[in-house]
């Protein structure tokens, strides 16, 4: 920066500008890049163009200082900018961040967060921390007009058999940054190295020892699961805390399609009858009828299982009944503990084969990537880059377009894994997806605190040990505090939400009950007054919602993949043989003949280490900062604060669990889903 003279300094009123140029590919350029400045009384600086004849400015990912004058004597509090490029050079394209102005006559620093592709020729006004709504937006013909692009950007569209619309043609402003940190391919390779390396004598399993030839420490390290998962007490537990931890509901009453016998489980009820454990909240069931006829693969057999547990003297929640058919029937009866204990462990690997199905296609693919790759459409397609609520859950949308694109058809696609290691196939993927949306609401499984009442799960006293709804739970406040304090700011009154068409049409959108002609909207059931918001409670709740499930309800469906399918026998994708029809002791050699083959094994290994892995910034630490509005960053600050108190509870938790619970500790979950 220059040495100003005394004269020059009096003469003209100087500003220190920075300039932060976006960390994505094609984001620096060479093109000449001017700004003005406007005050509050409507005086205008002189066009500056932000140049260092000697440097090479602009460039991706740093950060550029200007010492400027105004070219006027005096300008008061800064109202706006204006920004504008040409087309000078041969990377044009700009993508500016962050432009901050310091006032060197009374040191008041102004940010203006752009996040934007600067377009050629085209002149851009900022508000400071460009956060507001649109009835209050003085440029409303520049923000209908941005809009308009981005409506013909976002658009939804139907692909294959899925019911949940998707991105119609993928954005470029999607993609990946080159130097995202977490690359698909990079870590298959490595794994898949180790997985290639690793040489079978057998093709099966041909009993218990032969697992540990699977493990290769520490790319493919030994999943906790191995020395556990035969007992009863591990099947409860990972009901609570596996990488499904939301299908478990209180017992109060026997499904008349569920032939349990009271003679049966009174031995295992601890002396209680069934009446006295439903009176007593200690009778609990997992009911996944749902999959009745589910199209799967040609030959192999899908049970649509339910199972009933009870949280016994010890508190432990374990199982004590399952039928894996609908309906009672001779060659359908109910298992117990009490039966032969190869009988009882493969009625259990049925059960969890089902249980795996639903994670998968439901849990994880269907009702986080996919949905929430609908409402950042919706998001994006609605409310302009300057809206607060687009400041607000931009963070935990970042990436997610990008990775259903990359990835989701890899995974759930034709041909793809779930065609090649899941009993599913990919047709049963999106029926599983499709029958489970047909039910989903937002304000019910897509409201954690809605979802643990309606299962009645949300005592702790009742249901003991349920780790993913305790620490959740430390979040979830977290996050609704967060919010909540950002839109009241905001809509101070309830005309402010009337008078906000770009919240509406959000409504509308997501909800789709007015849907114009041809135009394909979310269709969400359960967005409060079916999208017509009346009061920031309205709103708080679903931006809550949103970003709970991009974070929370997502790690914890996804970064337990590893620890549950990569020991099959606890939780196979695949069971190669038929269901037990009767109480006939089997053999282990039965159970273990019906694993898919190690070298499936070692793929579904491969593909559940890739999934684990975590490639972006912890909640709260972002990747890109959008919000900058005071109200904004005192709620970040708080935010921030209270996560890092959840922690400290769960890592002191942790310390007397009988088994940590790591997955929802506030380090370990992602501001968005990106994997
Ligand atoms: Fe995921």
């Not at 602009?58 to 040409?86: C, M, N, P, Y």
């Not at 390779?189 to 697992?211: C, M, N, P």
């Not at 400041?391 to 058809?409: S, T």
């Not at 430390?474 to 609704?480: C, E, M, S, V």
Request: aromatic share 10%; charged share 25%; with cysteine.
């Amino acid at each position: 920066m220059g040495v100003l003279l005394s004269s020059q300094k009096h003469r003209f009123h100087y500003f220190d500008v920075t300039v932060d140029t976006g960390d994505r590919k094609g984001s620096g350029t060479d093109s000449h890049i001017y700004i003005a400045l406007h005050d509050v009384d409507e005086n205008r600086s002189i066009d500056i163009e932000l140049n260092h004849t000697l440097q090479d400015n602009f460039q991706r990912g740093s950060t550029d200082h200007f010492r400027i004058s105004s070219g006027v004597k005096s300008l008061a509090d800064l109202k706006f900018i204006e920004i504008w490029r040409d087309t000078t050079g041969l990377f044009d394209d700009w993508c500016c961040e962050i432009i901050t102005v310091v006032d060197l006559r009374t040191k008041k620093k102004y940010i203006f967060p752009v996040h934007r592709w600067i377009l050629p020729h085209k002149i851009f006004h900022l508000q400071q921390y460009d956060m507001v709504l649109p009835q209050d937006d003085e440029k409303a013909a520049q923000r209908r007009d941005e809009l308009e692009i981005r409506k013909r950007l976002y658009q939804l569209a139907y692909v294959g058999d899925l019911q949940i619309p998707r991105i119609k043609d993928f954005p470029s402003d999607e993609a990946f940054s080159e130097d995202y940190k977490w690359d698909i391919r990079s870590i298959a390779l490595k794994v898949g190295i180790a997985a290639k390396i690793r040489e079978f004598t057998t093709e099966r399993f041909q009993s218990l020892d032969d697992v540990e030839d699977l493990y290769y420490p520490p790319i493919l390290p030994k999943p906790w699961a191995v020395n556990n998962w035969r007992c009863d007490k591990e099947f409860g537990y990972n009901r609570m805390n596996g990488c499904n931890p939301s299908h478990i509901r209180l017992c109060s009453q026997i499904p008349n399609s569920f032939a349990v016998s009271e003679d049966d489980l009174k031995p295992i009820l601890e002396g209680l009858t069934i009446e006295e454990t439903i009176d007593r909240k200690r009778l609990f069931i997992i009911n996944f009828e749902f999959l009745r006829d589910l199209p799967c693969q040609e030959g192999a057999k899908m049970c649509a299982p339910k199972a009933l547990f009870f949280v016994n003297n010890e508190k432990y929640l374990i199982p004590v009944a399952i039928q894996l058919f609908p309906d009672p029937a001779d060659d359908n009866p109910v298992f117990y503990p009490s039966d032969p204990e190869y009988t009882w462990l493969l009625a259990k690997m049925y059960f969890c084969n089902a249980d795996a199905s639903v994670h998968q296609a439901a849990s994880h693919f269907g009702m986080t990537h996919v949905v929430m790759e609908s409402a950042a459409i919706a998001t994006h397609h609605c409310l302009s880059p300057s809206h607060p609520i687009f400041r607000l859950l931009a963070p935990h949308f970042l990436n997610i377009i990008a990775i259903n694109n990359k990835g989701l058809d890899l995974l759930m696609g034709k041909g793809s894994i779930s065609d090649t290691l899941m009993v599913t196939g990919s047709v049963g993927v999106s029926e599983i997806i499709n029958r489970t949306w047909k039910e989903w609401r937002l304000d019910q499984q897509g409201s954690f605190l809605k979802d643990l009442e309606d299962r009645g799960v949300d005592d702790p006293d009742v249901l003991p040990n349920y780790h993913y709804r305790d620490d959740a739970l430390l979040i979830h406040n977290a996050i609704r505090e967060y919010a909540r304090t950002i839109i009241e700011c905001f809509y101070d009154s309830p005309a402010k939400i009337e008078g906000d068409h770009e919240l509406q049409e959000w409504g509308r959108f997501l909800s789709g009950t007015s849907s114009k002609m041809g135009e394909i909207t979310v269709k969400m059931k359960g967005v409060p007054n079916d999208g017509n918001f009346r009061s920031a409670e309205d709103v708080s709740e679903v931006v809550t919602g949103f970003i709970f499930i991009c974070s929370v309800t997502h790690a914890a469906v996804n970064f337990g993949i590893y620890d549950q399918y990569a020991f099959p026998p606890s939780y196979p994708g695949w069971l190669h043989g038929d269901p037990p029809t009767s109480k006939e002791p089997v053999s282990e050699q039965d159970v273990f003949s019906q694993l898919p083959t190690k070298q499936d094994i070692v793929h579904w290994m491969t593909v559940a280490k890739v999934l684990s892995e975590r490639g972006t910034k912890p909640l709260g630490d972002f990747e890109l900062q959008y919000i900058y509005h005071p109200v904004g960053l005192e709620a970040l600050n708080k935010f921030r604060k209270d996560l890092e108190r959840a922690g400290d509870i769960i890592d002191e938790r942790n310390r007397t669990r009988e088994t940590p619970y790591t997955y929802l500790h506030p380090k370990q979950v992602p501001n968005s889903i990106s994997i």
